[in-house]
């Protein structure tokens, strides 16, 4: 159900069936011009929510634009489908152009082929394939799309929200700052009582090291209201950014504790390792696409040891394996 949070301001709780983050936070700033920031997934009960609660509103829809967050499909899945003409599909230029490159088979075998190299076996990618939300339930093909870029502006009503670029949890991912409310929807930069999965992207050297300076960078904003794109939970800005210092931490003194262990291990073998807020017995037993995240964030994690200098990523053959540096 929607709920009013502030004048022209409304929370849409979208369901993700079957999905570990069970909803997602879609929020509309309404005005002459209406702004909806994330969809949901291309999936049914996402698109029966977003317009049953856009209906319950009032939004005009033939006077609404959209705003993505990032390129996840949970946020982008429905936006081609919910765009009238004459309105706008926003979102930041790296992101949307590793979206639309995602949306190509020829991306994702070679995604795929990656995470074969990394430990996964080639009939776990297989069964992945016709799986994985990331690629079945995002946005259909769609000409579009308006890039931006850091510091843009987008007025909305008396409102003007600045993008704050803060790579990391994507590559591209933007932030949106009302400085006027104090006002920051986060996406998925900063949650509360979840941390933003970080993982490996193609073409980003160090996602985590990427991750940190965004935390770094909002950190210095004035924010009285923070806004994410999951869960209700609320609490103090700041003293979240330091728990999610601290959680990323304990998890670099985790895979490098595991890393000197027992050298030459590959990711998939020491994300099985690692600790994970996650109901399996045990590593066996954890959901095919929940080890395809948890791997990508390990292989964050061992990049960014690579980069400090204290781990080694060494490949034979077709396949890479990890080692203390030196």
Partial sequence: MAEQLAENLWRLEIPLVGNPLKTLNSYLLTGERSLLIDTGFRQDPCREAVE????????????????????????????????????????????????????????????????????????????LWDTNPART?????????????????????????????????????????????????????????????????EGAADSLGDYLGSLAKVESLPVRELLPA????????????????????????????????DPGRTAYEIAGRMAWSIRCRSWADFPLTQKYFAVGEALAHLDHLCRLGQAERRVTGDTARYYPAG
């Fill in 137 to 201: 339930a995002g946005p259909v093909p769609y000409d579009g799309y308006v890039f931006l870029e850091d510091g843009d502006t987008l007025p909305v009503g008396d409102r003007a929200l600045r993008c704050v670029l803060t790579p990391g949890h994507t590559p591209g991912h933007l932030c949106l700052w009302d400085a006027a409310a104090g006002r920051l929807f986060s996406g998925d930069h900063i949650l509360f009582h979840i941390t933003p999965n970080i993982c490996r992207w």
């Fill in 230 to 261: 999951h869960r209700r939970d609320r609490g103090d800005f700041r003293e979240r950014i330091g728990e999610l210092k601290a959680h990323h931490a304990r998890r670099l003194s985790d895979a490098l504790a595991i890393v000197g262990a």
């Fill in 52 to 127: 049953r609660e856009l209906s319950a509103v009032g939004a005009d829809r033939d006077r609404m634009d959209i705003f993505l967050t990032h390129l996840h499909s949970d946020h982008t899945g429905l936006a081609p489908e919910l765009i009238r003409p004459g309105c706008r599909i926003f979102m930041g230029r790296s992101d949307g152009a590793r979206m639309l490159a995602g949306q190509s088979r020829d991306f994702w075998q070679r995604t795929y082929a990656g995470f074969v190299t990394e430990g996964f076996s080639r009939e776990e990618m297989a069964a």
